[in-house]
C-alpha cells in the first residue's frame, strides 16, 4: 500500500504544481518577449561636445589653439544659461555665481550628471533602466507601468524620483522632486524642488540624443528646454570608478588648485 499512497501523493503534488508552473513559464515567456522588443544601448557614453576631455577636466573646445566657440553653449548646456529666469530664478543664478568659484563638488547630480564628461551606462531591462557614471552615481527610471508616487510620498533628493515608458525606441522620462541642483554641484542650475524634468532618449545612428525640458514655476518665465547627444568612448572596456581616489583638489580661496602629496 506504501508505494501506492505514494504514487498517488506525487500525482497530486504534480497536479497542484501544475497551474503554477505554467504561470510561470508564462511570466518567463513574456518577459523576454518584452526583453527583446527593448533597444540595446551598450558601451560608455559621453557628452559629444566634451569627447576628448583629459584629466584637466577642460574640453577640447577650451584646449585647442583656435576654438570654435560657436559650440560653448553646448558643452554643458543643462547649466541652463540661456534659461528665461523670472526674478527669482536670477536671484538664484547670481548668488550661485557669487559662491561658487573654486569649489570642491560631491559628484555631478541631476541633472548634470547627463551632461558631463563622465563616462554613462544605460542598463536596460523592461521594468527599469538604470544609468550610472564614474563617480557612483545612478539613477533609477522605473519603466514597469507605475504613475510618478503622490507628492506627499515623496521628498527632494539629488537625483529625484524618475518613471519613465517607452515610445517605440524612444525612452520617455518624467522626473521629480530633485533637490535644488546647485546646492549638490556649484555648476548646476538653481531650479527649485517643484521643478518637473521630461526627457526623451533615444539613438540617432551611431549616437545618443536627448530632448530636455524642464517646467519651474518658482525659477522660469517659461519651460528651459535644451538638446544634448553623447557617443561611444571607444577608449573604455569597463567602468573604472577612481575619482576619488587621490583626490587632492584644493582651493586657494578663489581657485581650485591641486594640494601636493602629503609629507610624513
Known sequence: MRPIATTVAVLACAMLAGPAVAEHHEEQHARTEAFAGLPYWPGYWVSEHQAGTTITGLAPIFTEPNPDLSNFANVMSLRADTANWNEEGQRRVDHVRAISGGRKANGWGFPMMMNSATPLRFLITPEETIIINAYNEARYIYTDGRDMPDELDMWPTTYGTSVGHWEGDTLVIETAMVQTPSDY??????????????????????????????????????????????????????????????????????????????VD
Do not use: C
Open 185 to 262: 554641484f556649484h555648476g548646476a542650475p538653481p531650479f527649485s524642488e517643484e521643478a518637473r524634468y521630461e526627457e526623451r532618449i533615444r539613438m540617432d545612428g551611431d549616437r545618443l540624443v536627448a530632448e530636455f525640458k524642464v517646467t519651474d514655476p518658482v525659477t522660469l518665465n517659461e519651460p528651459f528646454t535644451s538638446s544634448i547627444s553623447w557617443v561611444r568612448d571607444e577608449g573604455f572596456d569597463r567602468m573604472i570608478v577612481i575619482d576619488w581616489d587621490n583626490d587632492r583638489t584644493g582651493n586657494d580661496g578663489q581657485f581650485n588648485t591641486i594640494e601636493p602629496n602629503a
